[in-house]
């Protein structure tokens, strides 16, 4: 949708919060296994870690709200949860979550780096790392740039 892109053009990985847990993690086996595929059957030159505005995972983060009753994803937020102390324990109480969302991207795409094909296709020249915000009520793109900031992405 924010994109552009036509169906086949785009290899996604989706989850809640875009989280992508750090190589050799157990219970990690879904995302490592499509990074590798990604990477070495398709070719991927283009990762791009896009978080977005008023997201429900880092508003349960934020809010700090009892899973309890949902233990699948207690467990899978948990994965975020350590990277993000400090800028949950800072964020305003913002309904849309701007800092939290995009100090989530910043950290994701780290995570990335923990694995070894996406380190050695960043040492070769083959792979780029993009960080996203998409803001929702304006359709707005944010990029991370290389001073670590979010600025509106150019299409």
């Known amino acids: 949708m924010i994109t ?3 169906p086949g053009e785009i290899f996604e990985l989706r989850n809640a919060g875009n989280i992508v847990p750090p190589y050799g993690r157990p219970g990690a086996c879904g995302e490592a296994a499509t990074i590798e595929y990604a990477l070495e059957v398709l070719g991927v030159q283009d990762i791009v870690v896009c978080g977005h505005s008023h997201c429900g995972a880092m508003g349960a983060l934020k809010s700090g709200d009892d899973l309890s009753s949902l ?4 467990a ?4 975020a949860r350590p990277e993000l102390t400090s800028v949950l324990e800072t964020a305003p109480d913002d309904p849309s979550l701007p800092e ?3 100090g989530n991207v910043v950290n994701q795409l780290a995570a990335l780096r ?3 094909v ?16 998409y803001e929702v009520d304006t359709g707005f793109v944010y990029e991370l740039g290389d001073e670590g900031d979010f600025r509106v992405h150019a299409a």
């Open 100 to 102: 939290v969302s995009q």
């Open 114 to 116: 923990s694995y070894p």
């Open 118 to 133: 996406v380190r050695q296709r960043l040492d070769s020249g083959r792979l780029r790392l993009h960080g996203w915000y």
């Open 4 to 6: 552009g892109a036509r």
């Open 71 to 74: 233990p699948g994803v207690d």
């Open 76 to 79: 899978w937020l948990r994965l």
